[in-house]
């Protein structure tokens, strides 16, 4: 069985292999229990290696090393478009390949992946939280994301902003796609195809505010990460 981590990472291991940009191997965070099974996951088409690179983001700053993660991210949502301009398609065919990914006809690209993999991290993880310390989830997530933005200052408010409104989104909408997890974890899926839409509505170029909004998602992931990290201590 392949890993859902890429084909680099050793599935029975705590780390990941050397990080392409400080050499160092991240250690994955929080615990291995903690986390989606992607392999057996239908939430998701599979994708291992923006899985992994979703993962390790995480871990680079959970373990100090925040520096890597905006060259990976960048790195990501760039190899992509350059992927896309090799097909050589005309604006309309572009126009018509976008609206099929959008609503969910096509595979999702390597950064809406990573972005699905961040929210549905906050999401799972400020459950686990919200279910062992009796607080509701819409409180945690509250928590969660004021922390997360007012920690991100680096970030342009509206890269922020724009974070948190698809993940608003995909709450509000959650119950139109099925009960419980499976409906929110499709009408998540959704929101996250409208990551390069969305960019183009801000100001700048797309690729910094997808990397942006991408950053500011994984802040949300990494602030839920650290109070399920909490609960490990207290309870063990």
């Avoid at 859902?4 to 400080?22: I, L, Q, V």
């Avoid at 990501?76 to 609503?103: D, F, N, P």
């Avoid at 989104?169 to 997890?181: D, I, K, N, S, T």
């Amino acid at each position: 069985m392949r890993s859902p981590y890429g084909s680099a990472f050793n599935p029975f291991a705590t780390t990941f292999g050397s990080c392409s940009e400080c050499l160092n191997s991240h250690p994955l965070w929080p615990g291995r229990k903690h986390h989606v099974d992607w392999d057996a996951s239908e939430s998701i088409e599979r994708d291992p290696d923006a899985i992994r690179s979703a993962l390790e983001v995480l871990a680079a700053a959970a373990d100090g090393s925040p520096a890597c993660n905006e060259p990976v991210l960048r790195t990501l949502v760039t190899s992509t478009y350059e992927a896309m301009a090799q097909m050589r398609m005309g604006g309309w065919a572009q126009r018509q390949y976008r609206k099929r990914r959008q609503s969910g006809q096509d595979p999702m690209l390597a950064q809406e992946t990573v972005l699905y993999v961040f929210l549905t991290m906050t999401l799972m993880w400020s459950s686990i939280y919200a279910a062992t310390s009796g607080q509701g989830v819409d409180k945690v997530l509250e928590l969660v994301t004021d922390r997360a933005n007012a920690a991100a200052t680096s970030l342009p408010q509206e890269q922020r902003q724009a974070a948190e409104s698809l993940l608003v989104a995909a709450v509000q909408q959650a119950p139109e796609h099925g009960e419980e997890l499976g409906g929110l974890f499709s009408a998540l899926r959704l929101s996250c195809r409208m990551l390069e839409k969305l960019s183009l509505r801000l100001r700048g170029n797309k690729i910094d505010n997808q990397v942006g909004i991408l950053l500011a998602a994984g802040n949300y992931a990494l602030c839920a990460g650290v109070l399920v990290a909490r609960l490990d201590t207290k309870y063990t």
